[in-house]
């Protein structure tokens, strides 16, 4: 098992960034967090890194390309459809839960409203991350 873990978040909100921040620096201290905010930026940024991430997790509503068809990208693409992914939305319809599970996210989680929800979600998208060792 590696000794750090890469986590991508990508999120446009820089509240929830912040928050997100917070709740992994108090449960991961083996964590990495790198953010991407616009979803035009996602893919160049992906096939530019040398490691690519454990764990991505994903916003559904960003500027530019929408987390959707960012999902799509992702899953199609040969060398990353293997990265697991967390979808981390305030969405809480059942379509976009049904489109995302079946489009290969491997969680779809509807943003928690308390920072010890969000401590439980990091667990989450940390053991998804570590499912890969």
Same mark, same amino acid.
């Given at each position: 098992?590696?000794?750090?873990?890469?986590?991508?978040?990508?999120?446009?909100?820089?509240?929830?960034?912040?928050?997100?921040?917070?709740?992994?620096?108090?449960?991961?201290? &083996?964590?990495?967090?790198?953010?991407?905010?616009?979803?035009?930026?996602?893919?160049?940024?992906?096939?530019?890194?040398?490691?690519?991430?454990?764990?991505?997790?994903?916003?559904?509503?960003?500027?530019?390309?929408?987390?959707?068809?960012?999902?799509?990208?992702?899953? &199609?693409?040969?060398?990353?459809?293997?990265?697991?992914? &967390?979808?981390? $939305?305030?969405?809480?319809?059942? %379509?976009?839960?049904?489109?995302?599970?079946?489009?290969?996210?491997?969680?779809?989680?509807?943003?928690?409203?308390?920072? %010890?929800?969000?401590?439980?979600?990091?667990? $989450?998208?940390?053991?998804?991350?570590?499912?890969?060792?």
């Amino acid at each position: 098992m590696k000794n750090t873990l890469q986590i991508l978040l990508i999120e446009d909100d820089q509240d929830d960034v912040e928050l997100f921040l917070y709740a992994l620096r108090a449960t991961c201290m &083996a964590c990495t967090l790198n953010v991407v905010r616009q979803g035009n930026e996602v893919m160049p940024y992906l096939q530019s890194v040398s490691q690519r991430p454990d764990v991505i997790v994903l916003d559904l509503n960003l500027p530019m390309v929408n987390g959707r068809e960012l999902l799509t990208q992702i899953k &199609a693409d040969p060398d990353l459809k293997v990265v697991p992914v &967390a979808i981390l $939305t305030t969405s809480s319809a059942p %379509e976009d839960r049904l489109y995302c599970l079946q489009a290969g996210a491997n969680d779809f989680i509807t943003k928690p409203t308390t920072i %010890e929800e969000l401590g439980s979600v990091v667990k $989450t998208v940390i053991q998804l991350g570590r499912s890969r060792d």
